[in-house]
C-alpha cells in the first residue's frame, strides 16, 4: 500500500521523499473544501472543519484557516517563525509544550524533533516525536509549507535517537500547515492535522477539544509573535 498522510508512525529509515509528503501535503489542504465547516473563534476570524476518519485514517482530521494583515504579521514574518526552528518557536506560544530537542537533522528542509507536552491531571505528560519537512516557494503567490509526519524510535539502530526522547505516553499526531501571500498582501494561514493522545484517553473526549486547540494556536502566536517584533528581536 502507497504512504499516505496519517497518524501511523514510520521508521527514520523509512520517511518517504520529499516531493512525495508535500504533493499528500497539499492534496490534504485541497480537500478541505469539501470538509464539514465547524466553529469560528477569536471573534469570527478563525475558521475551523474537519472530516470523519476515513479508511486509512487512524483518526478524524481537524483544519483551520485565518487570514492576517501585515499589522499581524507579512509573509516574511510567519514564515521567520513557522518555517524555522517550529518546534522551539511553539513552545514559545503553546503552554502545554515545556520541552523540545532537536533529534536529528537530516537536511536544510527536514529535521526529527521530540516535544514534551504536559496537562494538568489526571492527564499524564505526552511525548510527540515527528519529523518536520519545509518547503518555501518563491512563485507568486509565495507559499510556505509546514508538514510533520509522526516518527517511530523504537526500532533497531535507532536507539541513540530514541534516547533523546522524554519519558511519557506516547501520542502522534500529523499536521500540514501552509502560508500563502495574497495579492493584497495578506496572509493566508491554513492548517490541518490528525492526532492521538495515545493512553487511555477515550477518542470523543480528546477529539472534541482539537478544534478549539487549534484555533487557539492564532491568537497566542500573533500575541507571542508581537511581543518579540516590539522587542526588535522578531
Not at 73 to 81: L, R, Y
Request: glycine share 8%; hydrophobic share 35%; no cysteine.
Amino acid at each position: 500500500m502507497s504512504y499516505q498522510l496519517s497518524i501511523e508512525p514510520v521508521k527514520p529509515a523509512e520517511i518517504p521523499s520529499e516531493e512525495t509528503i508535500l504533493a499528500l501535503g497539499h492534496e490534504v489542504l485541497e480537500s478541505t473544501k469539501s470538509w464539514k465547516v465547524g466553529k469560528t473563534y477569536s471573534k469570527g476570524t478563525v475558521q475551523t472543519l474537519s472530516r470523519a476518519k476515513r479508511q486509512g485514517d487512524g483518526a478524524a482530521w481537524h483544519s483551520r484557516v485565518s487570514k492576517h494583515t501585515k499589522d499581524d504579521a507579512t509573509f516574511d514574518e510567519f514564515w521567520s517563525k513557522l518555517g524555522f526552528n517550529k518546534a522551539e518557536n511553539e513552545k514559545e506560544f503553546i503552554s502545554a509544550i515545556k520541552k523540545v530537542t532537536l533529534v536529528k537533522r537530516i537536511s536544510d528542509t527536514q529535521s526529527i524533533w521530540t516535544l514534551y507536552y504536559t496537562f494538568p491531571p489526571p492527564v499524564s505528560p505526552r511525548v510527540f516525536t515527528v519529523v518536520q519537512i519545509t518547503h518555501l516557494d518563491q512563485s507568486s503567490p509565495r507559499t510556505g509549507m509546514v508538514i510533520s509526519i509522526p516518527v517511530d524510535l523504537s526500532g533497531p539502530g535507532d536507539e541513540d535517537l530514541a534516547q533523546l526522547q522524554e519519558k511519557g505516553t506516547k501520542g502522534r499526531y500529523v499536521s500540514v500547515e501552509r502560508l500563502t501571500e495574497l495579492e493584497d498582501g495578506q496572509v493566508l494561514w491554513q492548517m490541518a492535522t490528525s492526532s492521538t493522545p495515545g493512553g487511555s484517553i477515550p477518542s470523543f473526549i480528546s477529539e472534541g477539544s482539537i478544534p478549539g486547540q487549534i484555533a487557539a494556536d492564532v491568537p497566542h502566536f500573533l500575541k507571542w509573535f508581537h511581543t518579540v517584533r516590539n522587542q526588535g528581536t522578531a
